[in-house]
Every structure is written in C-alpha cells, then in structure tokens.
C-alpha cells in the first residue's frame, strides 16, 4: 500500500531546484529539473553521502563524497549497471510535492 506524503509547496521546489525533506523515516532528496520533480534517497549508494547537497548538472548529480553521477530520473550510476540510488515515487497535488512512502 502506498501513502503520498506531502513535503513541501512546489513554489518552494521550483524557486530552490532542490530540497531536502524527511518521509517516513527518511530522508528524501527532491530535485527539479526541466520542469520535473525527481525524488532521490537522500544517501549515495556507494559510501552514504548526502546528494541533496551534491553538484546537480543537467539531469545527473554528481555525489560530493567522491564524485560518482547519478541520473535523478532513473537512479541509476552513469556508465550503465553498477550502483542505483533509491528512487521515490513523486507527485505535484494542489500546489504541494507528494512523495510516495510504501508501508509494509
Ligand atoms: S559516497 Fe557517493 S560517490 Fe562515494
């Protein structure tokens, strides 16, 4: 079963390109970018850093620990298979981003 948490107003989303929110216990890297909201756990898969305060370029953050590029569409490493951050489902819903939280 899925819950949409709402974290925070799209406004605040589009004027930052990013934000760090809390669902469910955890932390949620948001970005924006081309006009969509992409949803990152916010801890890199190779060590744990934070890519919510990572180098964004185009739609690939790149992690600020040791330099790994994650796509923020799909979660995966660039250059095909290795690591994959945790992707979130997202939403915008009457002016506010909701991110998809699964219990059970
Ligand atoms: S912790 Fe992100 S590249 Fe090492």
Excluded: N
Excluded at 32 to 43: P, R
Excluded at 72 to 87: D, F, S
Aim: net charge positive.
């Amino acid at each position: 079963m899925v819950d949409w948490v709402s974290v925070l107003p799209l406004e605040t989303l589009r004027q930052q390109g990013r934000a760090l929110v809390r669902v469910g216990g955890r932390e949620v890297a948001l970005f924006w970018v081309e006009g969509i909201i992409h949803a990152l756990e916010d801890a890199c898969p190779h060590a744990g850093a934070s890519l919510a305060f990572s180098t964004l370029e185009g739609h690939w953050v790149r992690c600020q620990a040791h330099g790994l590029r994650f796509d923020v569409r799909t979660g995966q490493m660039a250059g095909g298979k290795g690591l994959c951050a945790r992707r979130f489902d997202v939403r915008e819903r009457a002016g506010l981003v909701e991110v998809a939280f699964r219990l059970g």
